[in-house]
């Protein structure tokens, strides 16, 4: 319950995914170059994550860079480019010490948007290029109802894929229509026939509530026919309507003097049916690693901490990729509106020269240890004090006071916990998407405001 000596906080105030967030990254200053950027970072246990920004729809939801369809051979430019940028990291990264990767994914926009052919090419990137052992190393790839069929999920399996992700979001047609996703439940079916057919070990379905028309009967529709097919992972996601998104624009004529009330009355529906759907997989033998994740109690495991983010060398390819160095975060321009996304990815296909960072956003040690509380916090387990102790030297409730005690006040924070546990109540995981931005730093907050939209 929420404290009376403290204001009334909306639940879904940001989704939380990465700390900073893109929007508070700028173009660098004598775009600093990727050798040197490395040269210090540890290179033993690297992350490797390659990015396809195509999409055959655009959900009306999404607001991730991805654009729609791949005209004149777009995606063959796209790969070359992936090419000449693997090539450029994997040079940058040197051969002084041994580098090694320890997990490995692709995401987008919709990685099996590309052909059987194509996603050969894409592995063949990331093994022969960067030097990944795909088949030794978890692998994550995402994929869509209508692009996983059966000969790309076959060069997956081949090539050593663990875990599969399909974004169904409902198996309700009406709810799919309503968030402006074109699809049918046949259809998805059929799809998920097909990925337990590759015997890829990890099945993820994501599912999404808050969808308008959505009742808890129809959520428990969905919640079943996703169980029916025993997936080792559900994530289930609360709707967001974002600015320059198709929900966003349908949106833009809503009453001023209507807003606030269907702004809180969609907060209880999402609470409403998160809670409903947290309990019905709790009950059905899922466990929930974080607000939107839950895996099934028996699902093999994963390898390292595939799920917790606090740690940097991450390897991002692609121009929706980030890269993680202790001192920087660095990707490419972001947008949102279509026409801006063809832009960039034009101009990526066009570079030759891979070798410098060019937008990004420097990591100061208050703003690591912001990060790796915000990642370690919004994970079921929490954070173990000894461990931020060993990394930082200090303590996280010396370095956080007001924010730690603001959580405890309004019972986000598990009390049962021991001293060297700070560890979310379920409570606390419930609200998620209103703690994790409350954790960002003052500069952080001032360039997310600042930032265009485009």
């Known amino acids: 319950m929420t404290s009376p000596t403290l204001p009334a906080v909306r639940p879904y105030e940001s989704y939380v995914y990465a700390y900073p967030h893109k929007t508070a990254y700028r173009p660098l200053t004598g775009r600093p170059a990727l050798r040197e950027l490395w040269a210090a970072e540890p290179k033993d246990a690297l992350s490797l994550y390659l ?3 195509f999409c055959e729809v655009r959900c009306g939801f999404c607001n991730l860079f991805t654009r729609i369809g791949a005209p004149d051979e777009l995606t063959t430019r796209y790969l070359d480019a992936l090419d000449r940028q693997a090539t450029a990291v994997r040079d940058a990264l040197g051969d002084q010490e041994p580098v090694r990767f320890a997990a490995a994914a692709f995401g987008g926009g919709t990685p099996t948007f590309l052909t059987a052919g194509e996603l050969e090419r894409l592995c063949d990137i990331a093994e022969k290029r960067m030097g990944a052992d795909l088949r030794a190393v978890p692998l994550s790839v995402e994929t869509s109802p209508s692009t996983a069929t059966a000969d790309r999920l076959a060069v997956l399996a081949d090539r050593g894929t663990t875990r599969i992700s399909i974004g169904v979001q ?4 009406a709810e799919a229509r309503a968030a402006v996703r074109p699809q049918h439940r046949a259809d998805v079916e059929a799809a998920l026939g097909r ?21 808890e009967r129809s959520w428990r529709t969905s919640l079943d026919a996703a169980l029916a097919w025993r997936p080792e992972e559900l994530y289930l996601y609360p709707l967001y309507v974002r600015p320059l998104t198709g929900l966003g624009r349908l ?4 009453d001023p003097a209507a807003e606030e009330h269907a702004a809180n ?6 609470l409403r049916l998160y809670r409903t759907g947290r309990d ?15 895996r099934r109690a028996d699902a093999p495991a994963e390898g390292r901490d595939d ?3 606090q740690t940097d060398g991450m390897i991002g390819l692609g121009c929706g990729a980030r890269s993680y160095t202790a001192s920087l975060h660095y990707s490419f321009d972001y947008a949102v509106e279509m026409r801006e996304i063809r832009g960039i990815i034009d101009g990526f296909t066009a570079t030759e020269d891979f070798s410098r960072a060019e937008v990004g956003r420097y990591v100061d040690a208050d703003e690591a240890r912001r990060r790796h509380l915000l990642q370690s916090l919004l994970q079921a387990v929490g954070l173990r004090t000894e461990e931020y102790r060993q990394r930082f030297g200090t303590d996280p409730r010396e370095d956080f006071p007001a924010e730690l005690d603001r959580f405890a006040a309004r019972g986000w924070l598990d009390g049962s916990a021991g001293g060297d546990l700070l560890r979310l109540s379920p409570e606390g995981l419930a609200h998620s998407d209103a703690l994790g931005p409350e954790l960002f730093s003052p500069a952080v907050r001032a360039a997310m405001a600042a930032y265009e939209r485009k």
Do not use: K
């Open 251 to 254: 949106g833009a004529a809503v």
């Open 280 to 294: 019905h997989l709790l009950a059905h033998g899922y466990e929930q690693v974080s607000m939107r994740m839950f």
């Open 307 to 309: 799920y917790a983010c």
């Open 195 to 215: 990925i337990r057919d590759a015997r890829i070990p990890v099945l993820n379905i994501d599912l999404i509530y808050g969808i308008d028309g959505q009742t």
């Open 170 to 173: 409902s198996f309700v047609d």
């Open 265 to 270: 009355a969609w907060d209880e529906q999402r």
């Open 51 to 53: 990015h396809i920004p």
